[in-house]
């Protein structure tokens, strides 16, 4: 009898504690939800403005990259929140334009993605030119057409020299990018010492100039390379007008991608792959090959990043 009472106690404590976490449980989660909601509020509230002040449409973005960029314009202009942010952003034009230019991100290497590139130079690029040598061709065709400050177009022109050394062909390197800023900076082709790092000494030695702390590119290799401002969400255009028809024989299209949602993500995939040639690459990055996969292309060396359309 005194066990049975004991034992009701102790199943009536259990339950109420059990009530009371699945209570707790709830709030939080209610509390949670009602966040999200008013988050999501000001972040379209953002958006909007942003839309009607900028012409810019900041909804294409990954909602993790968005989220991110607000975080870091709130720690770095002292805001608490979305809230303040966006009385900060009605305010002040400035912040808007440091704003929508922190969605670019130009983080770029020379020979980023050691693999992608060894491949390239050992089966992809011999193939492209003995097919050139068969089908008599005027010149290889490249787009690079996230090029940010110019370290991607150069390393294909060195990659395509070296092997100009062995077989005889003409090529020409269209780089691109939405920033013009950016492509500036390509065009110069100065670089810090400190960015010089991924270039074996030799290559510095062939194709830059040292001025102070600083590597210049030389002529010889700039000379094949047409930059210009091209945006790839752009509707009128479906390749740089610069290249005129497109025909590429290989696109880099690396390191972007994954800022977008898949819907965007699909109509960069469908402009830069119907501007290659029949049996053209598209190189992207090693990770945004799933997006790759995702959209039915074939990768043709494993994890090397680079594709054919099926
Ligand atoms: C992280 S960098 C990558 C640079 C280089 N492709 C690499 O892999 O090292 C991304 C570049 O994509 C450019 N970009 C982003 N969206 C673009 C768009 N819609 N059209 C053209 N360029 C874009 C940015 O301006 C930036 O320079």
Redesign the pocket.
């Known amino acids: 009898m005194f066990t049975n009472c004991c034992n009701s106690h102790a199943n009536g404590v259990r339950n109420i504690r059990y009530n009371f976490i699945v209570m707790v449980g709830n709030n939080y989660q209610q509390t949670h939800n009602l966040k999200r909601i008013v988050l999501d509020k000001l972040k379209h509230k953002i958006i909007d403005h942003l839309n009607k002040v900028a012409s810019i449409d900041l909804s294409m973005y990954e909602p993790v990259f968005f989220e991110q960029t607000i975080l870091k314009r709130l720690t770095e202009t002292n805001c608490s929140g979305y809230s303040d942010y966006y009385e900060l952003l009605h305010k002040n034009k400035i912040e808007s334009d440091l704003f929508i230019k922190s969605f ?6 020379f020979f ?1 993605n050691d693999f992608t590139f060894s491949v390239l130079n050992k089966l992809i690029i011999p193939e492209i030119i003995s097919n050139f040598n068969k089908n008599n061709h005027n010149e290889i065709r490249v787009w690079c057409a ?3 400050d110019g370290q ?1 177009a150069y390393s294909i022109a060195m990659l395509l020299e070296e092997h100009l050394k062995i077989k005889q062909f003409n090529y020409r390197i269209f780089a ?4 013009d800023t ?1 492509i500036n900076t390509a065009q110069k082709g100065a670089y810090h010492t400190s960015q010089m790092g991924c270039l074996s000494l030799n290559r510095i030695n062939n194709w830059f100039d040292k001025k102070g702390e600083f590597y210049v590119v030389k002529n010889d290799l700039k000379k094949h390379i047409e930059f210009s401002v ?4 752009n509707k009128q255009f479906s390749c740089p007008p610069s290249s005129i028809f497109g025909n590429f024989d290989f696109v ?1 299209c ?3 991608l994954y ?1 977008y949602k898949p819907e965007f993500r699909h109509l960069i995939l469908k402009k830069t792959s119907n501007s290659i040639i029949k049996k053209g690459y598209l190189i992207t ?1 090693e990770t945004e090959r799933e997006t790759l996969f995702e959209f039915k292309f074939k990768e043709v060396f494993p994890h090397s990043a680079i594709f054919q359309k099926r």
């Open positions: 670019q991100i130009n983080y770029t290497e980023r996230a090029c940010a991607e691109t990018d939405q920033s950016y091209f945006d790839l969400l880099f690396a390191n972007l800022y990055s």
